[in-house]
């Protein structure tokens, strides 16, 4: 049988007029040919620029065998919502009222008289997310149709309870969703609320643990004194380099006053991501500060960012960083050292060694231009001090890290020389630290079958021999899918795709996790897997952050299975410990109903601009822009303007709303 969407004039239609199933258009024919046939009508309705009705359609439609299932055993008809807003309205309002919810793609199935006995949305083509597969839910309806007629008004509750009977034989549907609010109780009784931050000293940034805060605020009274007092302690602290930006390691105190001086890579490529997201003063000073600082201080000739910096210079731990101040009043004079005394916290007594102090900013004070012009003084004199010794070694995961919060900066911040570092550190990582390139993943392809494997470190552009772990492809595939989303190139998606492959090859469990080494590394006693943060990501809480992500660009259910079967598979650990979880966490609440997936097209310029800074306010959003509909990029695909207008495609728990062009609906739309 053809296809009789060809001679259609919507061009959502004309996407469709190749798929094997066989879809009419809305009319009285397709009714009386359903009761010729004794069959229920199966109701399809879309539109052009909707991000998972492609989805759907290459999973379901596309696929020879499920469309012969629903050429056999329906009449299908496909409707564009935007053509016929009459027939979208009426079944729209039936998939609420019998779902809850709705949007698009929307799937309903109706009796020969155009009454709805069963609606939904997006349904996968295997069980995943909580949801079976479509060709599940189409034998469901079909058995339902030949051997309950009579009962036809209340097959809809009995196809629920079928389906749900086959969710739950179909795997641990919903073992994921963690009790998130369990989770802010737990940390709420570890909450130091007088110095901010878990526990007692010594007191590490706690980075995951408040990214996943920083997404459930909104839902829960007792967070944001717990994010907004951590983050202002740590920043107002001796733990922050107050002259030079950069978070030292931890405090060795519980009032974040004296650190342990060594400043590492990754807690400053977490931290300047975290500050930049937080959309406040503080949070753009601080990310603003410590990104020009690990541009500074760890970036290296080949493009890429060292590990670390030293707590000791001259063999002293602290000497570069401490002040004393007879040492403010020689390099600032008389009056401004006295002021700066005051400011930084710096007593005779001293906070530290020897009546030296660190130097805190509990309080900004009412003379800003002051103080940078002290600040600049302090730094000028600093930098003729000894200066810690530079570890210079290129982590790949580290470095991951560091392309993540850069572009957050970047993005955030308005400061393009963000990411234009970010793009030199993601060269350096796929120039020096993969290898297997011999079979590229194709242009275009948003995916790779190429077994491109990372190595862990590299030095002076030269690579070394230790293969990398789960970390490091995590992190990378996460670095190199906030460029996708900051530069709009797909070579980047196709990157992340090949590691990720890699990784779901290589790195899985038999529960559905990951170990932290691949099935063909050097045998140790026992094969490594911890699933715990701990000052950076766990290498399961990386990669799960990358998968969704992926799923997000691409559409590809697989990587959203596998998110959801490694967040199943660590749901005690979130459960029990969730300081030692945080980056999991961040990813199942975010996951629980997305992540929201935005896409921001039109001609650049200052409406567009205003549409992506709102989109990326957005927690946990995933959003691209570009100036039109682009196929190399999924959620690009079939995006264009409206009315010439640059506009906002919003899509959530694989059903699509409207787009917008005003910044402030797209402000308004729920996270």
């Not at 007593?347 to 805190?360: D, I, N, R, V, Y």
């Not at 790949?396 to 911040?413: E, F, K, P, R, T």
Request: aromatic fraction near 8%; charged fraction near 25%.
């Amino acid at each position: 049988m053809a296809n009789r969407l060809a001679s259609a004039t919507s061009p959502y239609l004309l996407q469709h007029a190749q798929n094997p199933v066989y879809w009419r258009e809305w009319s009285p024919e397709a009714f009386e040919e359903a009761r010729r046939r004794d069959v229920p009508v199966l109701l399809s309705v879309g539109y052009a620029a909707c991000h998972w009705c492609h989805v759907m359609a290459h999973e379901s439609f596309e696929d020879e065998t499920t469309a012969a299932y629903m050429n056999e055993h329906f009449v299908n008809i496909k409707v564009d919502r935007e053509e016929r807003p009459d027939v979208d309205a009426v079944y729209m309002a039936a998939t609420t009222a019998m779902t809850g919810s709705g949007g698009w793609p929307m799937t309903v199935v109706l009796d020969h008289d155009g009454n709805p006995f069963f609606a939904g949305t997006y349904f996968p083509d295997q069980p995943r997310h909580g949801q079976p597969a479509f060709t599940q839910v189409l034998q469901a309806l079909s058995e339902a149709w030949t051997q309950r007629r009579s009962e036809i008004g209340a097959v809809a509750e009995n196809v629920r309870q079928h389906l749900a009977a086959i969710s739950g034989v179909a795997g641990a549907a919903g073992d994921w969703q963690v009790d998130v609010g369990a989770a802010v109780e737990a940390l709420a009784g570890e909450f130091d609320p007088m110095a901010g931050g878990f526990g007692g000293a010594p007191k590490f940034p706690p980075s995951m643990v408040l990214e996943f805060l920083r997404r459930v605020a909104e839902t829960d009274s007792r967070v944001p004194h717990m994010l907004s007092r951590t983050v202002a302690a740590m920043a107002g602290g001796g733990i922050y380099d107050q002259v030079g930006g950069g978070f030292a390691r931890y405090a060795v105190d519980r009032g974040w006053v004296v650190p342990h001086f060594e400043k590492m890579l990754y807690d400053n490529a977490q931290l300047i991501g975290l500050y930049a997201r937080l959309g406040t003063e503080l949070g753009d000073r601080v990310a603003q500060e410590s990104a020009d600082w690990m541009i500074r201080e760890l970036g290296t000739a080949e493009g890429g960012f060292a590990s670390a910096l030293d707590a000791d210079s001259e063999g002293v731990e602290g000497k570069f960083y401490v002040w004393t101040p007879g040492e403010l009043v020689e390099v600032l004079g008389a009056d401004d050292g006295a002021w700066a005394a005051e400011v930084f916290e710096v007593t005779e007594a001293g906070t530290f060694e020897e009546g030296a102090s660190t130097l805190q900013l509990r309080h900004r004070p009412d003379d800003p231009e002051r103080l940078e012009s002290v600040k600049a003084r302090l730094l000028a004199a600093r930098a003729e001090r000894v200066r810690p010794t530079r570890d210079d070694k290129v982590v790949a995961a580290w470095n991951g890290l560091a392309i993540s919060g850069l572009v957050d900066a970047g993005l955030m911040l308005g400061e393009r020389q963000y990411v234009d570092a970010a793009v030199a550190a993601a060269e350096l990582l796929w120039r020096t630290h993969c290898v297997g390139l011999d079979t590229p993943p194709p242009s275009g392809s948003g995916g790779s079958t190429s077994d491109v494997r990372l190595l862990r470190v590299s030095r002076d552009g030269a690579a070394g021999a230790h293969a990398g772990v789960l970390e490091d492809y995590g992190c990378v595939a996460g670095g190199f899918l906030a460029l996708t989303q900051a530069t709009g190139d797909s070579t980047w998606l196709e990157r992340a795709t090949a590691l990720l492959d890699t990784a779901l090859t290589h790195f899985r469990a038999e529960d559905g996790g990951f170990y932290d080494t691949a099935d063909d590394a050097e045998a140790l006693v026992t094969r490594p897997r911890d699933p715990s943060d701990n000052a950076s990501p766990s290498g399961t809480g990386a990669m799960v952050h990358a998968l969704v992500t992926a799923h997000a660009l691409t559409g590809e259910g697989r990587y959203r299975t596998a998110a959801e079967e490694t967040l199943a598979a660590t749901s005690n650990l979130m459960t029990k410990a969730p300081r030692f979880a945080g980056w999991s966490l961040a990813a199942a609440a975010t996951m629980k109903d997305g992540p929201l997936e935005i896409a921001v097209v039109g001609p650049p310029g200052p409406d567009r601009d205003a549409l992506e800074a709102a989109a990326r306010r957005k927690p946990g959003a995933v959003v691209v822009v570009a100036d039109e509909a682009r196929d190399d990029i999924p959620l690009l695909s079939s995006r264009t303007p409206v009315d010439g207008k640059a506009a906002a495609y919003v899509c959530r728990g694989f059903v699509c709303e409207r787009p917008v062009t005003s910044p402030d609906d797209l402000a308004t739309t729920p996270t």
